[in-house]
Every structure is written in C-alpha cells, then in structure tokens.
C-alpha cells in the first residue's frame, strides 16, 4: 500500500517537477525580456503553429504560453548528432547523472506539511519521509553532479567542452565547503539533519523562530555557494557563452542536451526549496500557516506558501543573472577560498559558544552583522591596495 | 528490511524507466542523417588540431586536494553539530524526567548500558563531557586553521601567480614586496657546468 503510494509521488513529483521545469525557462526569458525592456516569446500559443489547431484557439497567442510544448516537442524532433571522435559510453552516460542525481535530491526534500509531535497524522509531503540523515543526503547526491559535468566535458573530447568541464568541476567542489559550512550551523541549532524536524522546529517557534532571524550570514553563505553549484550566473564559467561556446555541453544535442538543462533547472528548484525550508521557516507562515492550523485546506494553503516562497527565490536568482556581469575565474576562487570558507568557519565557532553556554539566540544576529561588515570593510581594503599595485604596473 | 529493499528497487526502477523512456522516444521519432562535416569537432569552423585529452593545468589538480581535506573535516563535522550541546541540558540538574529521557535517547544508542543514574549523578558527568566536547572540537579546528593558514601563506589559495610581475611592481609603489614573494625560484640553474 504505501508502495504504491510513493510510487504515486514519485510519478507526480517528477512530472511536476519537468512541467515546473519548461516554464522556468519560458519564464527565464520573460523575465529577461522585462529587464531589458523587450517583448520576450508571445507569438507561440497553444496552436503550435498548426494550422488546424490554429482555426481551433481562433489564432490567440495566449502570451506565448505554448513555447515551452513547442521547445520541448522540436527537442523530440530534432537529429542527435553525436560526433564521430566522442568517446561513446561516457557521452551516454553523462548526461543521464546529470538529470539522475537532480532528481534523486530532491526525494528528502518536503514539498509541503509533514507530520509533527503537535500534528502526528498529517499525510507526509515527501517522496522519502522521515530520513534521518536528510540534508547530508541532499548535499551528497547533488555534489555527485559534478561527475556528469566532467564526465560530458572530457567525453566531448572537444576543448570548450573540456574547459568549462575542469573549470565547472573546480568551481563546484569549491564551493561545496561553504556550502556545508553554512548547513552545519543550521544542523547545530535544530539538533537535527531531518529537514523536516528543521521545518517543525521553526514552525513550533513562530515568525521570530525562522532560522534567517539568528543566521542572515549563513543564508548569504548558502546561498551564494548554491548558485555557484547549480552554475548560473554570476558564476556560470563553465558555459560562458563569449568564451566557451556553450562549455560542457557544446557537444550534445536534442533530447541530450535537454537533459543537462532539466538537471540545473531542477537543482535550482531543489535549491529554492532548500533555502525556503532551511532558512524561511519552510511551510510556517504567521497566522495563516502555523503549526497548529487545522482549517480545511490549511495542507493546501502550507504546500501553496513553500511553493511561493520557493518560486520567490527562483525569481531572484533570474533577476540576479540579468542583473550581476560574471566573475572572472581568480575572483570566483578567490571568493570561495578566502572569502566564504573563513567566513563560514567563523560563524560556526561562535555559534558553537552560544549553544555551549546556552546563551540566547539573538545573540547570533549581532555577531552575524559584525561579521558581514568586517568581511566587507576588510576586503575593500585589500582590493583597494590591491588596485593601486595593478594601477602602477599599467602605467610603468 | 525487505520493504527498504523494495523501496530502493522502486527509486531505481523509476528513475532508469524515466531516462530510457525519454531516450527512447527520441530515438524513435527523430531523423538520422549523419554526415563527415557534422561529425567533426565543433571549434567554430576552424580544423581541429590536435585532440583534446591532454594534460591539464596543475591548479585544478591542487584545488582538487584541498577539497579534499576540507570536505572531510565538514564530513566530520556534521555528527558532532546534531548532538552539540545537549549534553549541556543535561547537565541541568533541574531538567525534568520526561525531557531528560529525551535528550538521553537521542545521545545513547539504545543498546549502551548505564544510561539509567539518577538526574544529579548525570548531571555532573555530562557537565565535564561536554567541557572535554568543546575542547576536543576546538583542538580540531585549531589543527584546521593552522593547515588553512599555511595553504594561504604558501599561495597555494591564489588562482593568478605571477611572482615576477608582483615583486616589481611592489618596488614601484615604494613597499618592499611580501617575503614569500623573494624565495627564490623552484629551479635553478646549474652554475658551472
């Protein structure tokens, strides 16, 4: 029986999740158009183009609503060219990882309501419930994405493709530590890894118990660190257009190459998701959203709020890449090496004498801010100092 | 277990079904016409010279070894983060019985005796654990640190290297350079010979 049911979820999650998927990008491309003072795709409508269907819906655009059916039926349609100096097997598999291991990520992820001590008899809204070991599960299948990275790059045996797929590689296992940094100093003030006893625990406290109140800086940590993993932009090196042509996956066509782009835009929802459960208190929303609420339809209302505070996040991070230029690649090390890793460990250690001397949480808000600025004020005076020395050697 | 087993089973069966049933659709609909230009190596139309599986920059090689180490010790920590301070709870020596219990179930594996003193014997015992807790982290991050510091000092957390460049200009500013700068060279030449 409760085979059965997951099965259901998993069948629902995952072709939710591809539909979500289309319409990310067709939204992608809206949003581009809007900041940059264009119309964006609002010719195709649900006719596809086809002239019978078109007599059908009367010729209306619908907004361009139909785009993403057409794109994804073209990638149907479209021939695979797989190249002659590829090495088979590898190219095969890489970019079956990619979609696998994005997909496999998002199964401890709680898409809505989970049970709780106050609430034991909720239907768990998750593909996997109750796992222990939860976010490390998360971080440990979504790092295996490297491996469809550099596996696609060197199979091409293309050199764009092998660029951006060594570049990509650095730059994800780079910011994996940050990544971790900032996760440990949520796993330490819950007590728990289960994602969906850290919901529970933000739940039980209220609005002033979201975890982004004691922890701005490992928000800032974790989320930054998380657009350099899912690879956009301001740190989409490995498949910058104007250098790379489209990098690791220069190679790859038709339904190949949609399955690289179904992996990051699905690892993005998983990270919005992430962000909103580890960070925004999940599911709680003050007095329409509690712990407690047992109205009718309050499940549909908790699985409404996560979604919109994930969709608020994807929308933030389209506005951050036609907002931010991309970093150059010694900047991007840089940032991950000296900036965020000390950065995180820092805010670790105090945290660790708060828990130690059980003082109080707001204490970490202070210590946070402080933090941030000194970060800030001590690294504009480095690359200050650092301009002057470039300055004279220009000018020498 | 059989049920986790079944569980696995489905999570693959799904997953693989998915991938190949996309693949397959493709392939089935798709057109196939394969041509000697088509198949070549995408450099935007300039021939190709050489292939492409060649060493590559030590640098990423490095960054691939600090990963490494740091990504154990995060590994390392993520044990010690679910259980950090709660033995400072139960050094409280007011706790009541049921959190207690609590807080004893999640430190002690079910299958460990003496878990049953009363709350003040406890008490004490879990007061100098977690003192001795605190220390021992601390003696690991402070190992952490020395490492990290000397990975920087070293150069090795910096992507760009131009040694040359950097001492002259350093003099041109008027400042004398940092002295990892002026270590001579790695090689040397023979003099002499």
């Known amino acids: 029986m409760s085979l059965l049911v997951t099965f259901v979820i998993i069948v629902v999650v995952m072709t939710a999740i591809l539909g979500i998927n289309s319409y990310l990008i067709l939204l992608e491309r809206k949003t581009a158009a809007w900041i ?33 059916i057409a794109d994804g039926l073209k990638f149907l349609f479209k021939e695979q060219v797989v190249p002659a100096h590829v090495d088979k097997v590898l190219y095969f598999v890489a970019p079956c990882v990619a979609v696998i291991t994005a997909l496999l990520s998002f199964a401890v992820v709680p898409f809505g309501p989970t049970p709780t001590s106050a609430n034991p008899d909720v239907f768990p809204f998750v593909i996997a419930p109750n796992i222990d070991i939860g976010i490390v599960f998360v971080f440990a299948v979504s790092s295996l994405a490297v491996y469809a990275i550099i596996l696609g790059g060197w199979a091409s045996n293309n050199k764009y493709s092998m660029i951006g797929a060594l570049r990509s590689s650095a ?141 608020l996040f994807i929308f933030f991070i389209m506005v951050l890449r036609w907002s931010l ?72 | 277990m059989p049920t986790l087993l079944a569980y696995c089973l489905l999570f693959t069966v799904v997953g693989v079904g998915f991938i190949l049933v996309h693949l397959l659709i493709g392939k089935i609909v798709r057109p196939a016409k394969p041509e000697p230009e088509k198949l070549a190596v995408y450099e935007c139309g300039e021939p190709t010279i050489g292939t492409s599986w060649v060493q590559f920059d030590l640098r990423f090689y490095v960054i691939a070894l600090l990963f490494v180490i740091f990504e154990v010790e995060v590994a390392f920590f993520f044990p010690w983060a679910v259980v950090f301070g709660k033995l400072n709870a139960l050094g409280d020596a007011g706790l009541d019985e049921a959190s207690r219990q609590q807080v004893v179930q999640a430190l002690v594996p079910p299958h460990v005796e003496g878990a049953a003193q009363s709350a003040a014997e406890m008490a004490d015992v879990a007061v100098t654990l977690g003192w001795i807790a605190l220390a021992d982290i601390l003696v690991f991050f402070g190992v952490l640190l020395v490492g990290y510091a000397y990975l920087w000092r070293r150069g090795d957390l910096n992507w760009v290297r131009s040694v040359e460049e950097e001492v002259k200009t350093w003099r041109q500013v008027g400042a004398e350079p940092p002295p990892e700068l002026l270590k001579p060279p790695a090689v040397e030449v023979a003099q002499g010979a």
């Open chain 1, 36 to 68: 940059q003072d264009r119309v964006g795709p609002n010719r195709v409508g649900f006719d596809l183009g086809l002239p019978f269907l078109k007599r059908l819906t009367g010729g209306f655009h619908f907004w361009g609503l139909g785009q993403p």
């Open chain 1, 171 to 311: 730059q994800i296992i780079s910011y994996e530590i940050p990544l971790g940094l900032s996760i440990l100093v949520v796993a330490m003030m819950t007590g728990s890894l289960n994602l969906e006893k850290i919901v529970a625990r933000q739940a039980e406290d209220g609005f002033f118990g979201w975890n982004i109140w004691f922890q701005p800086l490992a928000w800032l940590i974790f989320f930054t660190a998380a657009l350099a993993e899912t690879n956009r932009l301001p740190f989409d090196l490995p498949e910058c257009e104007q250098e790379l042509v489209g990098g690791f996956h220069t190679e790859y066509s038709a339904i190949k190459f949609v399955m690289f782009f179904l992996g990051e835009y699905t690892h993005m929802i998983t990270v919005s998701y992430l962000t909103a459960i580890l960070f925004f208190g999940g599911w709680h929303f003050p007095f329409i959203a509690e712990g407690d609420s047992t109205y009718p339809g309050a499940t549909a209302v908790k699985i409404l709020v996560l979604a919109g505070k994930a969709a």
């Open chain 1, 325 to 396: 230029p991309r970093f150059r690649y010694d900047q991007l090390m840089r940032l991950a090496w000296i900036v965020l890793i000390p950065l995180g460990l820092l805010n670790l250690v105090f945290a660790m004498f708060v828990r130690h001397w059980e003082l109080s949480r707001w204490w970490l808000l202070p210590i946070s801010v402080v933090l941030f600025v000194a970060a800030g004020l001590i690294g504009t005076l480095v690359s200050t100092q650092e301009k002057r020395v470039i300055g004279h050697a220009h000018q020498a």
